[in-house]
């Protein structure tokens, strides 16, 4: 079965930046495509970003909120997938998902396994 494990949240400052890895196993990781939502107190699960497969090209994509400041990647040797975050706001606050799908994760209609979460937040 596919796992997905999330791990680098913290607590930071605005403006501090963090670094969040999902660790993937159980899938061909190359194949598919992955990305990261986040859960605000009070909040619905919201899309951050997303990368493609590498066979549809490692395309990214960004929420509006985020576009600038946060950048995913991944290391298909290591079958890892990072999301950058950099000048953090407090909005920013949430847990953070990994998520992934076959071809592309800019929503959370295909996704077909997630991770745990991690823990993000951001004081003023």
């Known amino acids: 079965q596919v796992q997905l494990v999330e791990s680098g949240g913290g607590l930071v400052q605005a403006g501090d930046s963090l670094r969040l890895s999902c660790a993937a196993s159980?899938?061909?990781?190359?194949?598919?495509?992955f990305g990261w939502f986040r859960q605000g107190p009070g909040k619905e699960r919201e899309f951050v970003g997303g990368?493609?497969?590498?066979?549809?090209?490692?395309?990214?994509v960004y929420a509006d909120s985020v576009k600038g400041r946060f950048t995913i990647s991944r290391d298909n040797a290591r079958n890892r997938v990072y999301l950058q975050m950099n000048s953090l706001k407090p909005e920013d606050t949430a847990v953070y998902y990994c998520?992934?799908?076959?071809?592309?994760?800019?929503?959370?209609?295909?996704?077909?396994?997630w991770g745990q979460g991690t823990q993000v937040t951001v004081s003023s």
């Open positions: 159980g899938r061909t990781f190359s194949t598919y495509g």
């Open positions: 990368i493609s497969s590498n066979w549809n090209g490692g395309r990214t």
């Open positions: 998520a992934t799908a076959p071809r592309m994760v800019v929503s959370t209609t295909p996704v077909d396994y």
